[in-house]
C-alpha cells in the first residue's frame, strides 16, 4: 500500500541501492505474509493437480501476484518478474516453516 501510493520513497530508494535488498525483502516480507496465515491456519491443506498445496500459500500466492501484476499501472511501480520469483521463493521456504512449526506441535501431522 504504501509504495502503491508512493508514500515513505527515501526509504525505498534507499533499498533500491542495496544490492539485492529489494529480492531479499520480497523473500523475508511476503514469506513472513505466508508463514503467519499458513500457522493461523494450522497448516490445512488442499488438493489440487493431484498435490497437496498448504492453503495460506495459496492465498498469499493469488493476492502478491495480482499485487505485482497491478504495478504495471502504476506509473512509479515496475512489474517485475525477479520479485515475483522472491516472492514464491519466501512463501515456498516460510510455507515449509509453517508446516514444520505445526507439526512439532501437533504430533499428529507429522
Excluded at 504504501?2 to 544490492?19: I, K, M, T
Amino acid at each position: 500500500y504504501v509504495a502503491d501510493r508512493h508514500l515513505a520513497r527515501s526509504f525505498f530508494s534507499f533499498v533500491q541501492q542495496l544490492p539485492g535488498a529489494d529480492k531479499a525483502g520480497h523473500f523475508v516480507l511476503i514469506g513472513g505474509v505466508s508463514f503467519f496465515l499458513n500457522t493461523s491456519l494450522g497448516a490445512r491443506e488442499i488438493s489440487a493437480f493431484g498435490r497437496k498445496f498448504l492453503l495460506g500459500s495459496v492465498i498469499v500466492v493469488a493476492v502478491f501476484t495480482l499485487e505485482e501484476i497491478t504495478q504495471i499501472r502504476i506509473p512509479w511501480r515496475t512489474f517485475d518478474y525477479g520479485d515475483l520469483a522472491a516472492d514464491y521463493a519466501g512463501i515456498i521456504f516460510f510455507g515449509w516453516l509453517a508446516r514444520r512449526a505445526i507439526a512439532d506441535t501437533v504430533p499428529s501431522l507429522k
